[in-house]
Each structure stands twice: as structure tokens, then as C-alpha cells.
């Protein structure tokens, strides 16, 4: 079982955008920016 990204992680990705930092997790062959907005949309839901 992998362990979720952080929010940390999320926003650090998020502002340096996917070209300079590699996501915290794995894009299961879609584009960095849409894993990295579905990552962020679960991590928001959870924290709710």
C-alpha cells in the first residue's frame, strides 16, 4: 500500500510547477498536471 502525498508535497509540486519537481506520486500514464490536480482534489477531500 502506498502512503498518500502530503499536502506539503502537493503545494511545494503545485507552485514549483511539474517541470522542476516530480510528483509525489505515480501519474499512472496521464499527464503531471492533471495527476497532480486529482492528487490535490483527493487530499482536500480527505482532509475534510
Known sequence: MTTA???D???TTAL???DRRTLPIDPAG???PAA???AAA???V???
Do not use: F, K, Y
Open 5 to 7: 502525498p502530503t499536502w
Open 9 to 11: 508535497d502537493l503545494l
Open 16 to 18: 514549483l510547477g511539474t
Open 30 to 32: 496521464r499527464e503531471a
Open 36 to 38: 497532480l490536480l486529482d
Open 42 to 44: 483527493v487530499a482536500a
Open 46 to 48: 480527505q482532509r475534510r
